[in-house]
Nanobody, 126 residues
Framework: QVQLVESGGGLVQTGGSLRLSCSASGGTFSSYSMAWFRQAPGKEREFVAAISRSGGRTNYADSVKGRFTISRDNAKNTAYLQMNSLKPEDTAVYYC???????????????????WGQGTQVTVSS
């Protein structure tokens, strides 16, 4: 069973950047597809981005496409989310998640993900 710990959140002004990290332990990191989700107050958790086990394929929500980049370093058991051109509507708790199913698909629904981190707060001020 893998444990996930996010870091890198904080307060940033509109147009700024942040890089989130998701450190994994207790499992074989390279066997999991990884994703980032976010949840704003009063809203449902929503998909942000996903990356394949090798890192060769990615999938993004339309709302972040062109601004956010998901990546991973399997040697360091870490996934990343580089967030540029941040907007106030990006304010949320960001969660990383691991999909243990051996599927080619990069899934965008939280129900498919087996392991979750505790989340890190990102606040974008206007």
């Amino acid at each position: 069973q893998v444990q996930l710990v996010e870091s890198g959140g904080g307060l940033v002004q509109t147009g700024g950047s942040l890089r989130l990290s998701c450190s994994a332990s207790g499992g074989t990191f390279s066997s999991y597809s990884m994703a980032w989700f976010r949840q704003a107050p009063g809203k449902e958790r929503e998909f942000v981005a996903a990356i394949s086990r090798s890192g060769g394929r990615t999938n993004y929500a339309d709302s972040v496409k062109g601004r956010f980049t998901i990546s991973r370093d399997n040697a360091k058991n870490t996934a990343y989310l580089q967030m540029n051109s941040l907007k106030p509507e990006d304010t949320a708790v960001y969660y990383c998640a691991a999909d243990a199913t051996m599927t080619w698909a990069l899934r965008d629904r939280s129900v498919y993900y087996d392991y979750w981190g505790q989340g890190t707060q990102v606040t974008v001020s206007s």
